[in-house]
């Protein structure tokens, strides 16, 4: 069971990264969060995505805090 996207964006994420569920494949994207609503879970979306290199139904959604999100701590700047 995983966060819905209501709890992800409270956490900061804009984004999902969408992984293929074959680990030999290893094929990913990066998609925009805005499309799904906040009481949609994480997990109820995997089974709805095919691999577009290797055909693989299912994959694995990760938030994606890099995207459109927190800007990254500063280092060693003053
Ligand atoms: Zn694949």
Redesign the pocket.
């Known amino acids: 069971m995983k966060i819905t996207f209501g709890e992800m964006r409270e956490k900061g994420a804009r984004g999902v990264l969408i992984y ?3 680990y ?4 990913s994207t990066a998609l925009s969060a805005n499309r799904w609503p906040d009481d949609v879970r994480l997990s109820d979306i995997e089974r709805r995505f095919i ?6 139904l299912g994959a694995d959604v990760r938030p994606d805090f890099n995207r459109d999100g927190l800007p990254t701590p500063a280092m060693g700047y003053r």
Not at 24 to 27: D, F, L, N, T
Not at 51 to 56: K, R, V
């Open positions: 293929c569920a074959d030999r494949c290893g094929h691999c577009t290199a290797c055909g693989e």
